[in-house]
C-alpha cells in the first residue's frame, strides 16, 4: 500500500519564494500523514501561465536555485512531483525552443528526475509553442512505497498529455497519445499534473475524459489541477483520483487549496481514500455545483479576490447605478472581499430616475456596502460651458451621453487613485460585444469582472442570488435595462432584445456561424446585419477595456485575436 496525495495549490505567478513555500507546507503536511509520493499543479514553482517572465535568463535561474532549495527541505520519506520551466540543452545546437514544460521528481533531498510535457496547447489562451519544446518521450519512474517493498512503475503526463485521447474526443490534434503510450509501458498508475483554466461546465468534461481513459487502459489516474485567479484565467482546481474502472474516489472541493490523499494497492490493484488522516485532508468526494449559477459565481468571486490581493488591493470601489449589472458586480466584490472593504459610488445626473436612486440604496442596504453619492450635473454644466462654442448649431447626441460616463468614471478614478482601491467596471460581455459602453467612461477599472457574463446569465445569477434570501432588490432584476443618459433612455432602444442578441452572439462567438447560418436559424435579416456590424466596430474598445475575468469558451481576452483595421 502506498498513500499518496494531491495538492491543490494557488500560487502566485513570478513569487519563486512564496510558491515554494506553499510547496513546502503541503509537503510537511503530508509526511506526517505518512504519504509517500505529493502531487503539485503544472509549473506550480512558478505558477500558470508566466508567459513573458519566461524570456527572462535570470528568472530561469532563480527558478532552478529554488528548486534545489527546496529539495533539501522536503521531509526524507516523501517524493514530490513539482511542476517548473527548465533549460533545454538542445535549444542551439538544435535550433529548439529554449525552455521544457517540466516536472521535477524530488526524492530522499534531491532531484532525481526531469520529465518534459510532451503535447503543447497553442489555441484560445494557450501559447506554450511560444516558449517551450515539447518532451521527446514518454515519462516515468520507479519508486518504492517503503524500502522492502517493490517499487511501483509511475507514468507521469504533464496537462495537455491526457487531452489527445482519439476514442474519447474522436479525432487527435497530436500525433502522439502520452496516455497510450503509458498503458502500453505497463505502468501500475498515471499521475497528471494541470494547470486547466475554467470555464462553466468544464469539471464535468474533464472527469469524462479522465474516466474514460482510466477505464480504457485499465490504468488509474489521478489528476492534480491548480487553483486560484491570474489575472483573466480562473483554475478551478477540482483535483481528482479515478481508480482503473473509470470509477471517481476522491474529488477535491473547487475554487479553494485542498489536500487529497489516496491509497494504492498494486496487488490486486485498488485505490481507495484512507481514513484517520490529519485535518488538513479533506477526505471526501467533493459535490459537482447543483446549478451552473452556483458554479459561476464561485469562479467570480475567487477570480477578483485573487486579482485584488494578487496586485496588492485590499478595497474595492465601484460605481453604482442602480441596474443589475453593477447589482452582480457589488454582489461579486463583498463574497471576495468582505462587505466592509466595498465602496459603492452613486452619481446621479439629471437623466436619472428616482427608482435608480432608491434602487440602488437599497442595493447598499442589503450588503451592508458604504457608499456616497455624488451627483455630476456640476461636472455636466462645466463641459457644457467649456465646449459650448465649439459644439453650438448642433443637437444633443452620443457626444453629449459619454460625457456623462467619462465624467462618471473620471470620479471612480479619482477616488480609486486617492485611496488605494481597484476600481471595478461592471460591463457584461453582451455590451462588450456590440459596444454598448464608454471608452474611458464605464469601462474605466482595473479588472472587468462580467465582461465574459452575457446580460441573459446576468439576470440568472442575480435570481439565484435571491433563492434564500434578498440580496438583489427585485426592482433591479424586473425593470427594462437603461443606461439613462437620455430622457427615457431603454437599451432595447438600441439593441435587439438580450434573448436574441445573446443567442446571435452565442452563434457569432462561440460556433463562428455566418450571416447564411444565422439566418438559416430563423433570426432576423436586419438585425444579424446589426449585430455582426456592432461586433467588429467595437473592436477598438475591446483592446482597450481592462482585464475581464474569463468563464466561458471564448471570452474577449488573450485568447480572442481579432484584427481592429479590417474590411471583413
Aim: aromatic fraction near 8%.
Amino acid at each position: 500500500m502506498m498513500k499518496i496525495a494531491i495538492a491543490q495549490l494557488n500560487p502566485t505567478i513570478g513569487d519563486l519564494t512564496g510558491n515554494a513555500e506553499r510547496i513546502l507546507v503541503a509537503a510537511e503536511q503530508a509526511a506526517i500523514a505518512n504519504v509517500r509520493l505529493l502531487l503539485t499543479p503544472e509549473l506550480s514553482l512558478c505558477g500558470y501561465p508566466p508567459r513573458d517572465l519566461l524570456l527572462h535568463a535570470d528568472f530561469i535561474d532563480r527558478m532552478q536555485a529554488q528548486l534545489t532549495a527546496l529539495a533539501a527541505k522536503i521531509p526524507p520519506t516523501l517524493a514530490v512531483l513539482v511542476g517548473l520551466a527548465t533549460p533545454n540543452p538542445e535549444a542551439i545546437a538544435k535550433g529548439e525552443k529554449a525552455l521544457h514544460n517540466s516536472i521535477a521528481l524530488i526524492d530522499q533531498g534531491k532531484v532525481q528526475h526531469i520529465f518534459h510535457k510532451q503535447l503543447l496547447p497553442t489555441y484560445d489562451v494557450f501559447d506554450e509553442d511560444r516558449y517551450f519544446e515539447p518532451g521527446k518521450q514518454s515519462n516515468w519512474f520507479f519508486l518504492h512505497p517503503s524500502p522492502t517493498v517493490a517499487p511501483l512503475k509511475i507514468g507521469v503526463t504533464i496537462c495537455e498529455d491526457l487531452w489527445n485521447d482519439q476514442a474519447f474526443w474522436g479525432k487527435r490534434q497530436y500525433e502522439i497519445n502520452p496516455l497510450e503510450q503509458l498503458a502500453e509501458a505497463g505502468v501500475d498508475l498515471i499521475v497528471n499534473l494541470s494547470a486547466s483554466p475554467y470555464t462553466v461546465g468544464k469539471q464535468r468534461l474533464r472527469e469524462g475524459m479522465l474516466h474514460h481513459g482510466a477505464q480504457r487502459y485499465r490504468t488509474p489516474i489521478l489528476y492534480a489541477n491548480q487553483v486560484g485567479g491570474n489575472d483573466d484565467l480562473i483554475f478551478d482546481g477540482g483535483s481528482v483520483a479515478f481508480d482503473r474502472e473509470g470509477q471517481l474516489v476522491g474529488r477535491s472541493p473547487s475554487f479553494q487549496e485542498s489536500l487529497l490523499a489516496v491509497e494504492f494497492s498494486p496487488d490486486p490493484q485498488t485505490l481507495s481514500l484512507p481514513q484517520g488522516l490529519p485535518a488538513a485532508f479533506q477526505q471526501t468526494i467533493s459535490p459537482e455545483y447543483d446549478a451552473d449559477e452556483a458554479e459561476i459565481f464561485a469562479a467570480l468571486v475567487l477570480g477578483l479576490r485573487d486579482y485584488a490581493r494578487k496586485c496588492g488591493f485590499s478595497k474595492i470601489v465601484l460605481g453604482l447605478s442602480g441596474g443589475i449589472d453593477s447589482a452582480l458586480v457589488a454582489a461579486i466584490a463583498v463574497a471576495a472581499v468582505g462587505a466592509k472593504n466595498v465602496l459603492g459610488v452613486l452619481m446621479p445626473s439629471p437623466y436619472s430616475s428616482e427608482h435608480s436612486l432608491s434602487d440602488a440604496i437599497a442595493l447598499v442596504e442589503n450588503l451592508q456596502i458604504r457608499h456616497e453619492i455624488i451627483p455630476i450635473e456640476p461636472a455636466m454644466q462645466a463641459f457644457e460651458t467649456m465646449l459650448g462654442d465649439l459644439f453650438t448649431g448642433t443637437e444633443f447626441g452620443v457626444a453629449e451621453e459619454n460625457l456623462q460616463s467619462r465624467i462618471r468614471g473620471n470620479l471612480l478614478m479619482a477616488i480609486a487613485n486617492k485611496f488605494g482601491y481597484l476600481l471595478v467596471s461592471t460591463g457584461n460581455k453582451s455590451e462588450m460585444a456590440v459596444g454598448y459602453c464608454t471608452l474611458y467612461g464605464d469601462m474605466n477599472g482595473g479588472l472587468a469582472v462580467i465582461a465574459d457574463v452575457p446580460k441573459m446569465r446576468v439576470f440568472s445569477l442575480c435570481k439565484w442570488l435571491n433563492r434564500d434570501r434578498e440580496l438583489i432588490p427585485p426592482a433591479i432584476i424586473t425593470k427594462p435595462p437603461s443606461a439613462e443618459l437620455r430622457p427615457d433612455q431603454l437599451d432595447q432602444d438600441s439593441l435587439p432584445p438580450y434573448p436574441v442578441l445573446d443567442e446571435i452572439l452565442k452563434r457569432v462567438i462561440h460556433r463562428n456561424q455566418s450571416a447564411p447560418e444565422l439566418h438559416a436559424a430563423g433570426h432576423d435579416h436586419d438585425t444579424v446585419a446589426q449585430v455582426l456590424k456592432l461586433l467588429h466596430r467595437a473592436e477598438f474598445k475591446r483592446r482597450q477595456a481592462a482585464p475581464g475575468l474569463k468563464i466561458t469558451d471564448r471570452a474577449f481576452g488573450t485568447g480572442w485575436r481579432m484584427p481592429i483595421a479590417c474590411r471583413w
